[in-house]
């Protein structure tokens, strides 16, 4: 194997099992912050080894045991042979007496098919991959973080995701991920933040967080806040990969409700952007290119969605994208029933944001006078200041209004306030050129 195929091969290995093996690491070494160490480590190790004697049939196995056999090293550094090194020490041994007689060795430097003969079979324990997934979640979304921090740290060592990728998504300098990933690291260290998914009130509380990273995950891949490309489609698969994985793991109402929202917002990707790269608006999207694939797992998800008390936040945010999923144009969709669900959703979760779809939802469904009473509620309330969101519904509706003036006027404003480029240039364009002298 050359060692471009090498590479690929790592990188492919990384990104889908990277969870499973920093989990299985951190419960091995109880040590978050050396796990990811020593699997960077495995890792370059694997650059030079799989080149020279091709991929091992199981590479994750491969990965963890010389990662583990790395954090040994990393304790006999530390602190000589002393009791912890000597039970890892001997953790390991016993793995390798159980293995039978032929077995290949795992001493250092040697290249081994790790998951079978002479390897530790505990670290790879299909009972207890899921709970290393899930505690994994949780240590990177523990409350001790900043949300950035949770960001960074959940797509680092749950996604795979590295330094480099997680600043290209956020367009931040790579220096700024990786001194968030060490604050987080060296935080949850001095917090002595356990390993093992929390019981109980802290599991709900928790699990809403993890929820909430990934939400937050996907919105910005979904609608960029800032840079030239509207959509950024690795950030957003990454977050529907990752829920889905969070379904499996804690099957409860809220995270369907979650991966129904992402997979039926999803679908209509394919649509949303033009062969330029130029958004393309819910009004003029060819829905023959939505994602039905993605639309029937999204009403799979919501079906699963309701839980003892009726339908969540994510839940309600998702039967919303379903009405738009079952419409076969903007014409045609139940605003009605959108406006009912952004009503119950005001209750649940109130905020400007909130009140401003659902004004989109009214004037779509009783007409943009209506619409535009509670968008000036929310500008005389001062609400979403600083953001182009206002002002650019303000303008849709007055040019519907046909108040072409005002209209040109707040989009302009919006234009101003938005951070995105592609985004800007509709906002833009809905401007249109100012008014001739004749016509003032």
């Given at each position: 194997m050359g060692e471009d195929a090498a590479r690929r091969a790592v990188e492919a290995v990384w990104r889908i099992e990277s969870a499973h093996i920093v989990g299985a690491l951190t419960r091995y070494t109880r040590d978050f912050e050396l796990a990811e160490d020593v699997a960077q480590e495995a890792l370059a190790a694997a650059?030079?080894?799989?080149?020279?004697?091709?991929?091992?049939?199981?590479?994750?196995?491969?990965?963890?045991?010389?990662?583990?056999?790395?954090?040994?090293?990393?304790?006999?550094?530390?602190?000589?042979?002393?009791?912890?090194?000597?039970?890892?020490a001997h953790g390991l041994a016993e793995g390798e007496a159980t293995s039978g007689a032929g077995g290949p060795s795992v001493t250092p430097g040697t290249s081994i098919v790790a998951g079978?003969?002479?390897?530790?079979?505990?670290?790879?324990?299909?009972?207890?991959?899921?709970?290393?997934?899930?505690?994994?979640?949780?240590?990177?979304?523990?409350?001790?973080l900043s949300r950035e921090a949770q960001i960074a740290l959940t797509l680092r060592v749950v996604g795979g995701l590295t330094s480099d990728e997680i600043a290209r998504a956020f367009l931040v300098p790579v220096a700024t991920v990786q001194a968030r990933?060490?604050?987080?690291?060296?935080?949850?260290?001095?917090?002595?933040?356990?390993?093992?998914?929390?019981?109980?009130?802290?599991?709900?509380?928790?699990?809403?967080?993890?929820?909430?990273?990934?939400?937050?995950?996907?919105?910005?891949?979904?609608?960029?806040?800032?840079?030239?490309?509207?959509?950024?489609?690795?950030?957003?698969?990454?977050?529907?990969?990752?829920?889905?994985?969070l379904t499996r793991l804690a099957p409860e109402p809220e995270t369907f409700g979650l991966l129904a929202l992402l997979e039926l917002t999803a679908a209509r990707f394919p649509a949303r952007v033009g062969p330029s790269g130029e958004p393309v608006l819910l009004e003029d999207q060819d829905r023959r290119r939505w994602d039905r694939a993605a639309i029937i797992r999204g009403r799979a998800a919501l079906r699963r969605a309701v839980g003892a008390s009726g339908m969540g936040v994510y839940a309600l945010q998702a039967a919303i994208?379903?009405?738009?999923?079952?419409?076969?144009?903007?014409?045609?969709?139940?605003?009605?029933?959108?406006?009912?669900?952004?009503?119950?959703?005001?209750?649940?979760?109130?905020?400007?944001?909130v009140d401003l779809n659902r004004a989109v939802a009214v004037a779509m469904a009783h007409g943009p006078d209506l619409g535009l009473r509670i968008v000036d509620r929310l500008v005389d309330q001062e609400a979403l200041v600083g953001s182009h969101l206002l002002p650019g519904v303000r303008g849709e509706l007055l040019s519907r209004l046909g108040r072409t003036a005002e209209a040109r006027g707040e989009f302009l404003r919006a234009a101003e306030l938005c951070g995105n480029a592609a985004e800007r240039t509709v906002l833009i364009r809905k401007a249109g050129p100012p008014p001739l002298a004749s016509d003032r």
């Open positions: 650059l030079v080894s799989w080149p020279r004697d091709g991929t091992p049939r199981d590479p994750a196995a491969w990965l963890i045991a010389t990662a583990r056999r790395r954090a040994i090293d990393a304790y006999r550094r530390r602190a000589g042979r002393d009791e912890r090194y000597a039970a890892l079978e003969p002479g390897s530790d079979p505990a670290a790879f324990d299909p009972d207890r991959i899921e709970d290393d997934v899930l505690a994994l979640m949780f240590v990177a979304c523990h409350p001790v990933i060490t604050r987080a690291k060296k935080t949850i260290a001095a917090a002595q933040v356990p390993f093992e998914p929390p019981d109980g009130a802290d599991r709900a509380a928790r699990l809403s967080s993890v929820r909430g990273v990934l939400y937050v995950i996907f919105t910005e891949g979904s609608s960029a806040t800032s840079g030239d490309d509207w959509i950024r489609h690795d950030l957003a698969r990454e977050a529907v990969r990752l829920t889905r994985v994208a379903e009405c738009h999923a079952a419409a076969g144009s903007v014409a045609q969709t139940d605003w009605g029933r959108i406006v009912v669900l952004y009503e119950a959703l005001g209750r649940v979760a109130p905020s400007p944001v």
